[in-house]
């Protein structure tokens, strides 16, 4: 039932300035606003859950990147699961779960419906539609499967490996019959990688040599590196690469919140000795793709095959804290914000 | 005729110790031999023609790379054209003109056939054979076609543009319609790269900013970058590069006598905005198609679709000097060292 008088008080975090490197609570504010009459088209949604992705940062900062900049005074824009509200779009009815990646940090939306997509709530918790069921789930399959063409017996070094995506990437490296090598930034995380998703080794980049561990571990050296993070550590698996490595560029959280560029290893002797690839990919460039991964991925949570790790913070008000621990690596596995 | 007993009076460059940093004449040596008495499966070759190719810095330190180090006291390995005086291998007779990458800096050069190919005088002149039709044209070639891909209309860059590799790497970029930039160290280098080879654009590194140079002439970015030489100027065309462009790492003159490893951008956030993708390459993984090659460019040099441009130095003893010339591009075009 469709009731064109309906108006919803809306609560929405907003982009107050533009972070000068690492976002801080004061950039954000949360704010109200009336969300109203929808036109033909569009859809109003409630708001259920926030994904809080590294590449977000990017959306904040006014460079030109793959992602279009927030102006000031916009809410957040970013992936998010809710129930549709109001319909005058034929694809969608009142009371469908949806997921889209530009639904923002809000608990209402209005939206038209170009990016936005339905989700079975059976095949597993709505949630994991933006999660290994969605975007970060995507990223891992087909960074993985298509940038990095694992061959068993590969070693494969994936960072930031109990996130969103890395922690996928080890499994899916597991499963692959690779052996795998997380690096993480604490002990439970490395504890974790070790025990439960049964990586072959964790390093602690906080308190361990990068480049010596993986040096001992693999002297014959290093096949695949899905890196999450550029920077130092980057540069340390880079000194360990195997002749045909390949690198998969999926992100580069540690140069996210630089205010400047920051110098390192030059890369191309290492990649010219060892004829090895480097790629940068947007997941988006397998939309086409995303069904197949989808059931495999569905399939493989529901056999226990891969397990997924999710870090739950409550409350709308608390996304932009949320994010900067994201920054900052304080996350334990995906970052989710429940705001229903 | 075979004779048994001749011997032949041999001169020959060795290293005499490994270079620190930048090569000096000091480290190499002009010492005398005698060649004697062949075996089974062996030849003896008077070397004609030398190619100086700066890859062979990397063999004269004793850091792993894909090429094994030279040993103190050894002759100078590398490229050579010769004619084979005396057989005892059935697949060469005396009066072949034979090529091969082990022959070295010396004038007589008794070695077994593994790497020796009987080379035909007809096609083109016999140093060709270490130029155009030998290794940087194979690299030229397989470089530019396989790794970088073009398509008509993509703007190529490539660097030490003048020299053995880069003249004819930018040659294929204008006959597969591409618009070429090549960047080069003098005003008489870049003018025959826009007047006689056709260039689009040519920069002078030494007084001109690559960076800038590249963003007005191309805005919409470089789709190719065939990279010689690495360091400061890459990350200048890197800055510049588009969507989807291909980077092929093909040489890195400007850390080859670097003391200690030198910081530069790092590339990663450029490699994934753009979903690049940067590969290394060895001209030897494309051995099995060499002959294609061979034939495509002979002709296209014969039609006079591609020039080429060498530069000769005479004498063996002045090879030293030639290669301390090499490291520091004085050359214009390949460089030869005509020994006989």
Redesign the interface.
Known sequence: MYNKFMRYQNKKVILKKRPDGFPKIDDFELVENIIDNIEHGEIIIEVIWLSLDPYMR?RMSEAK??ASPIKIGDVITGGAVGKVLQSKCSRFNAGDIVEGFTIGWQKFCKTSTHNIRKINPDIAPIQTSVGVLGMPGMTAYFGFFEICKPIPGDTVVVSAASGAVGQLVGQLAKLSNCKVIGIAGSEDKCSYLEKNLNFDLAINYKNQNVYKEIKSFCPEGVNIYF?NV??KI?DEVISNIAPYARIA????IS?YNLKQ??????????????????????VF?FEQKYNIAINRMAKWLKEKKIIWKEDIIEGLENAPEAFIGLMNGKNFGKLLVKVK
């Open positions: 990017g990147s793959y890196d550029g920077g980057s560029v999926c992100g580069v140069q560029l920051e110098l390192g290893h030059r890369i191309q002797r290492a990649v010219l000795t060892n004829q090895a690839t480097v790629e940068g990919f947007l460039r």
